[in-house]
């Protein structure tokens, strides 16, 4: 099955946590704190694998994660990082966010690329000893990894895409280009799934091909199977407009190629104004030349080149490989989208801002690092509940309280902790 779509959560791992710790051998007196600081967690990678051509590996799994971080240890040890998790996709996979719909990343190329990092592992106490505290008792939580939901889309990258109506011929003009072999058959909608093939001009010269599943009159508005493949044209520089010259289906093929390039600039203003060579296909079983020549006049009226040619006998087909080969030569290479993304910058350490707000006379006190601090302080022991004090007072937190009319007796909260403010 060919899936070329799919949504799925990662998250990276956390840091470990720093160790509380203090040295201890014999004949050693006061050894000291000695807790090490916790591991960095393992990042979540993307990396291009070529022997993919489908998302399918994401259809039933939708959750990833990365490996944490392990604690510190004694002895300053730190602890062992997480393992990065690699995620393999298929090469032309875009990589967009589900909340703005913003690309992160274009997996075009061969490096891998980091989706959500780990995060940082949190210092052991031995961080904290100066010399008026010599015996701190506490350490810090590691930092939790990058979490996000995303988008894999795939956008498929081919130099030369092959569009027009169901069973015009474009699944057999490839197999005699290339050597794909897709379905062929002589009834609508056989090709289900793009068809990548390459076309070999000379030793070095070659350009990729996409045939894409048939477009219909209100493909852009989800009929047919053309609006689930559209976006695989995307990266195309040179489109093949393949249409019916002898009418054998009962169409005009000035109207079908009207109706699809109308198709193409409802999906897409940019796709629309992609360069085109018209084929005129099926000429050998052309009974009447009069849609062939109507066809030729509209073509020459549009500045567009139009080629005779017969799939199925390959006649003319070398002409039209030629004559696409030299207008490629003069195309930008295939498109590489820029990410849009802009992520959420990375709380400063040294950013210590809170808010405060009122709830039933309780003065509430909210702020992510506050948050992380007291995962990391021993409210049993004096030195450390002192040290979580002093952070509150410099950072402002007392007068800020005070501001706001804080009386002797009135209730702090911070996160579950509850304390009868005293001036």
């Keep these: 099955m060919f899936i070329d779509i799919a949504k799925i959560k990662i998250r990276a791992g956390k840091g470990g946590n720093g160790a509380v710790a203090f040295h201890r051998e014999k004949y050693v007196a006061a050894g000291g704190p000695d807790g090490g600081d916790g591991g960095h967690g393992g990042n979540i990678v993307f990396q291009v694998d070529d022997n993919l051509s489908t998302l399918m590996d994401f259809r039933y799994k939708r959750k990833y994660e990365a490996q944490n971080g392990a604690d510190g240890g004694t002895k300053k040890c730190t602890g062992k990082d997480g393992k990065d998790l690699l995620i393999r996709v298929p090469r032309g996979t875009l990589i967009r966010d589900v909340k703005t719909n913003a690309l992160i990343k274009d997996l075009s190329d061969d490096e891998p690329f ?110 047919g199977l053309g609006h689930d493949f559209l976006r695989h044209i995307d990266r195309c520089r040179l489109l093949i407009h393949l249409v019916d010259a002898s009418g054998s289906e009962g169409r005009d093929p000035v109207v079908d190629f009207e109706t699809i390039n109308e198709e193409l600039k409802k999906y897409s203003e940019t796709l629309a104004k992609r360069p085109q060579i018209l084929a005129a296909n099926k000429t050998d079983i052309l009974q009447d030349n009069t849609l062939l020549e109507k066809l030729k006049a509209y073509a020459r009226k549009q500045d567009i080149p139009v080629f005779e040619i017969s799939a199925a006998t390959n ?109």
């Design 315 to 423: 006649t003319g087909v070398n002409e039209l490989i030629h004559a696409v080969w030299n207008k490629l030569q003069t195309l930008p290479p295939v498109k590489i989208f820029e990410p849009e993304y802009i992520a959420p910058q990375e709380e400063d350490s040294f950013d210590q801002s809170f808010d405060i707000h009122i709830e039933d006379g309780v003065y509430i006190v909210e702020a992510k690092w506050i948050e992380r601090m007291m995962g990391s302080v021993n409210f049993g022991d004096n030195e450390s509940r002192m040290y979580f004090e002093r952070v509150l007072k410099n950072a402002g937190l007392y007068d800020k309280l005070e501001e706001m009319g804080i009386k002797d007796g009135d209730t702090v909260s911070i996160y579950g902790l509850e304390f009868d403010y005293i001036k």
């Design 114 to 223: 980091i989706v959500a990092a780990g995060g940082r592992g949190g210092f052991g106490n031995a961080r904290f000893a100066t010399p008026t505290r010599q015996v701190p008792n506490f350490s810090k939580p590691g930092y939790p990894g990058e979490e996000k939901e995303i988008v894999l889309e795939l956008k498929l990258l081919a130099d030369v895409g092959l569009l027009g109506f169901p069973n015009v011929g474009k699944s057999t003009l490839l197999s005699i280009i290339s050597s794909a072999r897709p379905k062929i058959a002589n009834y609508h909608f056989t090709t289900l799934a793009p068809n990548l093939g390459v076309v070999s001009i000379a030793e070095g010269a070659s350009f990729v091909v996409a045939d894409i599943p048939g477009i219909i009159e209100g493909a852009s508005e989800g009929a």
